[in-house]
């Protein structure tokens, strides 16, 4: 997996800003392994708290180190700021690679300081939505414009880089996430005690994931005589309101909160559902593809190169037009099976973690070969 030419990379700095619950944690904590099974010497630096993935990086034998930001102590993140730049300076590596936001507008900068040979930022979402920020924006286009090299992990984020952070497109990559063998494994359905179809959805309850969609496409299934239980496995700042609006609808709504029982929910569903306004590669839809479930899934992001051809794709914020598509793959099983079996196959094809790590690893040590050469 090295390049030759004097270019090889023996030690990587992973940043984010924390390792709790969420998609991209999942990817970080991944790529980490990968590339220490690589023979790579991997660190991840996390800007606040840990979380589920730091005890798996700890057993993987992969250092983590909490930089201590926080918020509202100005004293205490500029002591933070200090130990993210001295951290970097005493590991010394060839690579850093941030991830998000908030890592990229505090990593990259620390890195150019720090020296290291090359500086990679991740974006993982779309910038459209941070166009009405236009101080955000610009502080996105400065962090990327500084950084090596901007990786995606879908061809839409590519596209959307380009156009709204106004980067060449040689400076972009896409490299799309990776699936444990274990999400194409048989699991044990969970328990959800209802005569009615069971809908799934594995997402955060934040706004952008457009669950109140979901709750009011619920309700035109019911009011069409095709009611349904949904079942939302996930937690965040909309589950009051959403609770809220489950009750006042009359809909059948689960309420999971954060859990790590997504592969037998899976199992349970009769449709997964995801109705996000926007969006990066969903590992939610990943693995309900790997999993052999029919998805249903808003056309943002990286949706389309995950389900074309292998699911639905309706427009975000179509209430009716979910409801329509859950409706299709109820009432045609022949459509779900082969919409399920065409997604399983080709998630075991392009989402191998080995080929993530490896394409990760062939770009650190191309752009450190032309840095060595300037």
């Not at 023996?10 to 970080?28: A, M, S």
């Not at 909490?66 to 730049?85: M, P």
């Not at 040979?117 to 459209?128: D, I």
């Not at 997604?343 to 062939?362: F, I, S, T, Y």
Request: glycine share 10%; with cysteine.
């Amino acid at each position: 997996m090295t390049a030759g030419g004097g270019a090889r990379v023996r030690r990587v700095v992973l940043l984010i800003g924390h390792l709790g619950t969420g998609g991209t944690q999942k990817q970080v904590a991944l790529l980490a392994q990968e590339l220490r099974h690589a023979g790579t010497d991997v660190h991840v630096m996390v800007l606040s708290r840990g979380g589920p993935y730091e005890e798996v990086l700890h057993d993987a034998g992969i250092e983590v180190h909490r930089l201590g930001f926080g918020r509202g102590s100005r004293l205490g993140n500029a002591r933070a700021c200090a130990r993210l730049g001295g951290l970097v300076r005493r590991l010394a590596p060839e690579v850093l690679h941030a991830f998000l936001h908030e890592a990229t507008l505090l990593g990259v900068p620390a890195a150019r300081l720090a020296g290291v040979p090359v500086v990679v930022a991740g974006r993982r979402n779309e910038t459209r939505l941070s166009a009405t920020r236009p101080w955000s924006l610009a502080l996105d286009r400065m962090a990327a414009r500084m950084a090596d090299h901007v990786v995606v992990n879908a061809a839409a984020l590519a596209v959307d880089a380009h156009a709204m952070l106004r980067l060449p497109r040689q400076k972009l990559t896409v490299i799309y996430n990776g699936l444990l063998p274990a999400a194409f494994d048989p699991a044990p359905p969970v328990e959800v005690r209802t005569a009615l179809p069971v809908v799934a959805c594995v997402a955060r309850l934040s706004a952008e994931k457009g669950h109140r969609h979901l709750l009011d496409a619920m309700a035109v299934l019911a009011h069409r005589g095709r009611p349904c239980t949904l079942v939302l496995a996930g937690d965040g700042p909309e589950r009051a309101s959403l609770e809220k609006q489950a009750a006042a609808a009359g809909v059948d709504v689960r309420f999971l909160g954060a859990t790590t029982g997504g592969a037998g929910l899976l199992a349970r569903a009769d449709v997964v559902v995801l109705a996000s306004l926007t969006e990066g590669l969903s590992n939610a839809v990943m693995e309900a593809m790997a999993a052999g479930r029919p998805v249903v899934a808003t056309s943002v992001g990286g949706n389309p190169e995950l389900l074309d051809g292998r699911g639905l794709l309706v427009p975000p914020a179509d209430p009716a037009a979910l409801a329509e598509g859950v409706t299709r793959l109820l009432d045609d099983r022949d459509l779900a099976a082969g919409l399920a079996s065409a997604a399983r196959a080709w998630a075991g094809k392009n989402l191998d973690p080995h080929a993530m790590a490896d394409e990760h690893l062939r770009l650190y040590e191309r752009l450190l070969r032309v840095r060595r050469a300037g």
